[in-house]
């Protein structure tokens, strides 16, 4: 993993792939070249920050392909950006607004992941509603493991779900034994 928090989308392409070129320790290949699936989850943080939708996508756009030439045999799924209601309740004014700001980035991520051919997890669509408060970590924004485990069930579901492209011809199944 080669995320942080506070990350952007432009961040991935400025540290975040360049990092994961390298070898995670000496005398090991390179991460990203080497990998079989790639979760990239991006965009929560730009909503919050209100990048622009022209500079989400280029950077979006940008990181996809960068991913693609680095690992061209790899899968990929991207992560839509979250709900955020539900997150600290007592700045609910601020909260939604993001989560406004957050409409605007979704449907550039779905497009961004149609574009590259790649599988789309819908966090929004997916996980309807307000969130549970043992959805969220102690900080009351960000999930808790129990959070994260849904997000992971969207991802997974997306990849068994992902576009027939990704597949390969006649849809042959280019995901690795077991899994």
């Known amino acids: 993993s080669y995320g942080w ?6 961040d991935l392409v400025r540290e975040q792939i360049p990092r994961s070129l390298e070898p995670w320790r000496p ?3 390179p991460v990203l ?5 790639v979760v990239v989850v991006a965009g929560a943080n730009d909503a919050t920050h209100r990048t622009t939708p022209r500079r ?10 960068a ?6 045999g790899v899968e990929v799924v991207l992560a839509g950006i979250p709900i955020f ?3 600290l309740q007592h700045v609910e004014p601020l909260i939604w607004l993001t989560d406004q700001y957050g409409r605007v980035l979704r449907p550039i991520s779905r497009s961004e992941a149609a574009r590259a051919g790649i599988a789309f997890a ?5 996980l309807r509603g307000r969130p549970p408060p043992e959805a969220f970590a102690s900080d009351r924004f960000h999930p808790s493991a129990a959070g994260y485990a849904a997000w992971a069930q969207v ?4 990849l068994d779900e992902r576009p027939i492209a990704a597949q390969g011809p006649a849809g042959a199944d280019l995901r690795p034994a077991g899994a």
């Open 85 to 87: 209601r539900g997150a």
């Open 56 to 65: 989400y996508r280029g950077a979006l756009r940008a990181a996809l392909e």
């Open 5 to 10: 928090a506070g990350a952007r989308a432009a």
């Open 122 to 126: 819908d966090l929004a669509g997916r």
């Open 33 to 37: 070249p080497t990998a079989d699936i």
């Open 67 to 72: 991913i693609r030439e680095a690992a061209p």
């Open 155 to 158: 991802i997974a579901d997306a």
């Open 27 to 29: 005398g090991e290949p």
